[in-house]
């Protein structure tokens, strides 16, 4: 993809669908709107090519991942594992699912983090037996900026172990 975050240079970017009746005839004119996955910048591109696949509703990309985490709301506590994860969010697997619409306060916590995330508030979207989608609404800015560079440093990973292999199967 060539497209690029004109805030931050990154091409971690993700086309999103189109909000509204303008941004809808100027997707047929190839200028498609985007949001990036690092900073989190809505923006317009243009993009040649019709549409490839179908668009994913979701704005951020969910990266697979595996690593403990605890939470609390109203006096409940629970801990579970995070099964993928984004800049806003990410889906959990536990036993104590909160019911969805409970705020909480979130600990990521990846090894390779040394401590962890602190999310002050989110929210329970979705619960489905033992999984439960959670959305970020409130980190501070530094929690904010860890949890940025650790989900860059997973793509940039996956990126380069994709493009790895793509050099291996050319020779």
């Known amino acids: 993809m060539d497209v690029q975050c004109p805030r931050c240079g990154k091409e971690f970017v993700r086309r999103i669908p189109p909000t509204g009746f303008l941004e809808t005839v100027a997707g047929a004119l190839t200028l498609r709107p985007f949001v990036?996955?690092?900073?989190a910048h809505r923006f317009r591109a243009f993009q040649r090519g019709g549409r490839a696949q179908p668009l994913d509703q979701r704005q951020y990309e969910r990266i697979q991942v595996s690593f403990p985490m605890t939470f609390s709301c109203e006096g409940q506590q629970g801990e579970g594992s995070v099964l993928d994860l984004s800049i806003n969010g990410c889906a959990v697997k536990t036993p104590a699912a909160p019911a969805a619409g409970m705020i909480l306060k979130v600990q990521l916590q990846a090894p390779e983090l040394g401590?962890?995330?602190?999310?002050?508030?989110a929210v329970s979207r979705s619960v489905r037996s033992v999984y439960v989608g959670v959305?970020?609404?409130r980190l501070h800015d530094e929690e904010q900026y860890r949890l940025t560079q650790f989900v860059a440093g997973i793509i940039t990973?996956?990126?380069?172990?994709?493009d790895a292999g793509a050099v291996r199967e050319v020779r």
Not at 36 to 39: D, F, H, P
Not at 115 to 121: H, K, M, T
Not at 157 to 162: E, G, M, Y
């Open 36 to 39: 990036c996955q690092l900073c």
């Open 115 to 121: 401590r962890p995330i602190a999310v002050e508030a």
């Open 135 to 137: 959305e970020f609404l």
């Open 157 to 162: 990973a996956r990126r380069l172990t994709q």
